[in-house]
């Protein structure tokens, strides 16, 4: 049984563009969440994604967005990428906010 | 606040117990959870408390939470090389988790 599988691994972007990460959340989870975790940090909360809707957003600015598809995978996108975007970003699953939630390994963008 | 408190380096013997702590912040938070952070890795869930218990074992892990003071411990029986990593304390709280900045364990021979 695949737990959550993010893609793509690694990414290298330039200031000024736009990213697109993708996560397939563990069989039978229906709630996904991002977190962001800067290099020598805890991750921090991005938002969350249940029924296909944006249910809650931590203090992150209108450039970050996200979708979750039928299927419960989800996308998160950055527009106009900064310096300090630069980070792994953590998709974790959950059925319904059931306390078990699985992380993902990350996907580690860096913004040159 | 929103911050999770806990000491940022430990170093331990190998064989010897080791004890993380950690002081959160927000006397509603349901679960409180202790996650490990390899090199290069996501999070790994090493267990978790309910809020209205005292105490939990899990093999070598035991947590201990006092509620009045909002403090958190976790600690690690007979460390082996294999427990070096970061370990996270964690509140759940409103749909979401709230990290430390986590603790790095060191061992030494």
């Known amino acids: 049984d695949a737990g959550v599988t993010q893609s793509p691994t690694h990414l290298i972007k330039t200031r000024g563009q736009q990213v697109t990460l993708r996560c397939s959340p563990k069989?039978?989870?229906?709630?996904v969440s991002w977190y962001q975790q800067a290099l020598g940090q805890g991750p921090q909360f991005i938002f969350q994604?249940?029924?296909?809707?944006?249910?809650q957003r931590g203090n992150f600015p209108d450039r970050f967005s996200g979708h979750q598809f039928p299927n419960y995978s989800s996308e998160l996108n950055v527009n106009a990428l900064l310096l300090g975007d630069s980070a792994l970003y953590l998709c974790?699953?959950?059925?319904?906010?059931?306390?078990?939630?699985?992380f993902g390994s990350g996907t580690r963008l860096t913004v040159v | 606040g929103e911050d999770v408190e806990q000491s940022l380096f430990l170093s331990v013997r190998e064989g010897d117990s080791s004890v993380i702590n950690c002081t959160y912040t927000?006397?509603?938070?349901?679960?409180l959870y202790w996650y490990k952070q390899e090199p290069g890795a996501g999070l790994q869930l090493l267990t978790y408390?309910?809020?209205?218990?005292d105490m939990k074992q899990d093999q070598r892990l035991t947590v201990l939470l006092n509620k009045k003071d909002k403090h958190l411990s976790l600690r690690i029986a007979d460390t082996q090389t294999g427990d070096s990593a970061i370990y996270f304390c964690?509140?759940?709280?409103?749909?979401?988790?709230?990290f430390g900045k986590g603790t790095r364990l060191h061992i030494l021979p």
């Open positions: 974790a699953s959950t059925l319904n906010n059931n306390y078990g939630y699985t």
């Open positions: 069989s039978g989870h229906d709630t």
């Open positions: 994604y249940y029924e296909e809707e944006e249910r």
């Open positions: 927000d006397s509603s938070s349901t679960y």
């Open positions: 408390i309910f809020s209205n218990m």
């Open positions: 964690a509140e759940g709280r409103d749909d979401k988790i709230i």
